[in-house]
């Protein structure tokens, strides 16, 4: 957010900075959301639901302290339904800029470099000639897909629908339904998950090669990631990947969003 901040600054916008690295409007936060015409929190929002997504501070930020500060108008990513409702009720004007397309479609871009960034790290195996399995053709599924491809991997990528089981053969890819992806799992090398519904249990570690490498771009909800350990099989969730490894580039996307947004 930090680097969203100064590309909003550079183009023409008075930006202070609050709970980040480089704080800029002193430590109240009552002063900082009153003095501010539009107040920007970060992507996502919040991993819990209370405390806003600030790993850069020491200080606790709720974001109800926020909403009651009644800031003229809100922007963040990925806001949930439940905070979209108190703004709603206390009549605070908000935009999720998670919800621009060409921020999703970027992001999906720099999760899926991250993504294989992190495989070739952690695993022993190359890309090259590996058997790679993509549960999930979204945005993310997509992309991870075709730079497995072009890398020289063998890949197989799911979904329940017929239509982009279809989209999936026409790239060149082996379409497999999410509803059978547990058959056949002992012979991939690489693992990605990226749909946000809870697949990766028990019995699904217990039937991949102890020596897969598995990652989880969307979420850990039902993701039985100690039974994945005790089985001695590499596995974890990767959540916020382009802040992660490309913060630069993240904070472009979503500061040219803001922008867009603010000036349309």
């Known amino acids: 957010m930090l680097f969203a901040a100064e590309d909003i600054r550079e183009s023409g916008f008075e930006t202070y900075t609050y709970g980040l690295k480089d704080q800029s409007c002193g430590d109240s936060l009552f002063r900082a959301v009153k003095a501010a015409d539009a107040v920007i929190l970060p992507l996502p929002v919040s991993s819990n639901g209370t405390t806003l997504n600030a790993p850069f501070t020491e200080k606790t930020i709720y974001l109800d302290d926020i909403i009651c500060c009644e800031p003229k108008y809100l922007l963040g990513g990925m806001i949930s339904d439940e905070i979209n409702k108190k703004l709603s009720q206390k009549k605070i004007p908000f935009f999720d800029y998670f919800s621009d397309e060409k921020l999703t479609a970027e992001n999906a871009v720099l999760t899926a470099e991250a993504a294989i960034a992190i495989a070739i790290n952690g695993s022993d195996a190359s890309v090259f000639r590996s058997n790679a399995l993509v549960i999930g053709y979204g945005r993310i599924g997509n992309r991870l897909s075709s730079y497995l491809k072009t890398m020289g991997a063998t890949v197989t990528a799911t979904s329940r629908k017929d239509s982009v089981l279809a989209a999936i053969e ?19 090398d690489f693992i990605f998950n990226t749909a946000p519904s809870p697949i990766m249990d028990k019995e699904f570690f217990s039937l991949c090669s102890k020596t ?9 909800a039902g993701t039985d990631i100690d039974s994945a350990k ?6 974890d969730v990767y959540p916020g990947l382009p802040g992660k490894y490309f913060p630069r580039s993240a904070g472009k996307i979503i500061s040219k969003a803001i922008i867009r947004h603010i000036t349309e």
């Open 212 to 220: 897969c490498f598995v990652e989880d771009l969307a979420t850990r």
């Open 170 to 188: 026409a790239d060149g890819l082996i379409p497999k339904s999410t509803d059978d992806v547990k058959s056949g799992l002992e012979r991939y």
């Open 230 to 235: 005790i089985l001695g099989i590499c596995a």
